[in-house]
């Protein structure tokens, strides 16, 4: 079965450092992954997706992440942090030949300390 | 364009009791997708509306919950009796057809469901 794993379930970064958020699939290979982020008090919204077209994928507010097959990973990072940036962020697969539902990991929550 | 929306934010009930949650989707969106994250869990996947079908109810819990979507327009998802487990944030989420947009999902903000 597919399955998504989130490494940290609560990263801290001072503001302007690096971040990296690390999602981990399950070994058969996934037509698409997805990063969303839910900021307080609102609803999911779609960081960036991975659809195979290229294997770095960079999405909105200076998020990337880059599609590792030999590590199985779709790390999330940003070389800068801002405060604006804490949130939590999920890291999700759709299963393609299951009406696309999504399988999520677990959550990363970020803090950003200024 | 409007997003998707839920309704209500909150609701606290106490055991035993039922409570309706509403989802309307984006317009023209075939799919229709319920989800919930019990606290300290992942999100979980309950089921797939594809117009006012149910194409997967697999992560339904249990006969106590109960998912329409007459006319293939809004949705509600209703417990009933509601129990303490029960308690935890139900999303919403609509998108294209498959094929259109790689799957991507619009959510709702969710409802919060605390039991009492």
């Known amino acids: 079965a597919q399955s998504v794993t989130q490494l940290g379930s609560h990263v801290s970064v001072s503001e302007g450092a690096l971040v990296l958020l690390r999602c981990n699939y399950s070994?058969?290979?996934?037509?698409?992954l997805f990063w969303y982020v839910q900021y307080p008090n609102q609803g999911l919204q779609l960081l960036l997706k991975?659809?195979?077209?290229?294997?770095l994928v960079k999405g909105i507010n200076g998020f990337e992440a880059e599609f590792k097959k030999s590590e199985t990973s779709f790390h999330l990072t940003k070389p800068s942090a801002h405060m604006s940036d804490a949130a939590e962020y999920f890291c999700?697969?759709?299963?393609?030949?299951?009406?696309?539902?999504?399988?999520f990991g677990q959550g990363t929550e970020l803090s950003v300390k200024p | 364009e409007a997003g998707v929306t839920q309704f209500p934010s909150h609701s606290v009930i106490e055991k035993g009791q039922t409570v309706t949650l509403r989802c309307d989707p984006i317009?023209?969106?075939?799919?229709l997708y319920w989800y919930r994250r019990v606290m300290g869990k992942e999100i979980k996947f309950l089921l797939h509306?594809?117009?006012?079908?149910?194409?997967?109810e697999s992560g339904m819990p249990n006969n106590r919950f109960l998912a329409e979507r007459t006319g293939g327009t809004y949705s509600t998802l209703k417990v009933q009796p509601a129990e303490l487990e029960d308690s935890g944030v139900y999303f919403c989420?609509?998108?294209?057809?498959?094929?259109?947009?790689?799957?991507?999902?619009?959510f709702g903000p969710g409802t919060r469901l605390t039991v009492t």
């Open positions: 989420a609509s998108s294209h057809p498959p094929g259109t947009t790689f799957y991507e999902q619009y």
């Open positions: 070994s058969s290979v996934p037509p698409y």
């Open positions: 991975y659809t195979s077209a290229s294997t």
């Open positions: 999700a697969v759709p299963l393609y030949n299951q009406g696309g539902k999504l399988i």
């Open positions: 317009s023209g969106h075939d799919n």
């Open positions: 509306f594809v117009k006012e079908s149910k194409q997967d």
